[in-house]
């Protein structure tokens, strides 16, 4: 068991960027830089199986459409492991996106995406990732946004036997992270630039095909190891409850069109508040009646009252409009 708090040349190796990203005040601080040339990145010297990370980040100000920041532990085996935390830039004026995913076995498709509630450009913010041999807990200033749980018991697989390294990287995805890609990246901005610091991590070290970690529950002396047992009590769920109801974009687990043969199996086990009210929502008696009143004063097309266009018949969906 290591407990590790915050140096960055003691931690992390800058692995690109031609010197855009950069290790200031003595080790205390990280900045990752992009520019219409190249981003940048680094990563971990040690790899970790299990563990409790914590990293502050303030992300890219101003108008950062079209670029990402990333945040992610992964493996580098034959069929990889990752946990990630990617940070999708935002015209000026509208909210980061806060996009979470797991894969195991090389297999991910677990993605769900968030608001922020608080401007993460203004200051440091903490985001974590809680794994243990139960459950993935992400969690940002200390409030858990989504947990996943070890769900092998009924033909999930698990991160859990392949150690990860930390990594980040600061890059541009304006062919997709901008509304499909319809925004492009505004280089008259440029360079855009992230910051790091307090990094720490209570973890098991892997080195040597072996863990620092002496037994399958951890015990030591000097380092907390809460963590390898943990899960969220009754007041985190709670906290996790409000995130998910009033700041979740999107859940894999309630999209039908994206699993048209039925939705992975650990879906079955998420609760209902993991969904966002607008999933469900419908339109009430007097909505229906603005609505009308919208399309009775102020429209000038509709395609289900164009014949001339289908002259075999109007869509079907259009008999019941």
Known sequence: MAASAGNFYQDFDITWGDGRAKILNNGELLTLS????????????????????????????????????????????????????????????????????????????????????????????????????????????GTPIREFKNSESIGVSYPKNQPMRIYSSLWNADDWATRGGLVKTDWSQAPFTASYRNFNA?????????????????????????????????????????????YMIYNYCSDTKRFPQ?????????????????????????DQQKMKWVEDNYMIYNYCADTGRFPQGLPTECTVT
């Not at 010297?45 to 409790?52: A, D, H, R, S």
């Not at 892997?206 to 970690?213: D, L, Q, R, V, Y």
């Not at 992975?264 to 009430?284: H, K």
């Open 202 to 246: 209570d973890a098991c070290i892997w080195s040597s095909g072996a863990s620092s970690c002496s037994s399958n529950t951890p015990t030591s002396t000097s380092t907390n190891t809460e963590w390898y047992s943990q899960e969220l009590d009754s007041t985190s769920q709670e906290r996790m409850k409000w995130v998910q109801k009033n």
């Open 34 to 141: 992009l520019d219409k040339t190249s981003g940048s990145g680094f990563q971990s010297k040690n790899e970790y199986l299990f563990g409790k990370i914590d990293m502050q980040l303030k992300l890219v100000p101003g108008n950062s459409a079209g670029t990402v920041t990333a945040y992610y532990l992964s493996s580098q085996g034959p069929t990889h492991d990752e946990i990630d935390f990617e940070f999708l830039g935002n015209l000026s004026g509208d909210p980061y996106i806060l996009h979470t995913n797991v894969f195991s076995q090389g297999k991910g498709n677990r993605e769900q995406q968030f608001y922020l509630w608080f401007d993460p450009t203004a200051d440091f913010h903490t985001y974590s990732i809680l794994w243990n041999p139960q459950r993935i807990i992400f969690s940002v200033d």
């Open 262 to 286: 039925g939705l992975p199996p650990e879906c079955t086990t998420t609760t209902i508040w993991d969904s966002p009210p607008w999933l469900s929502q419908v339109l009430d008696f007097k």
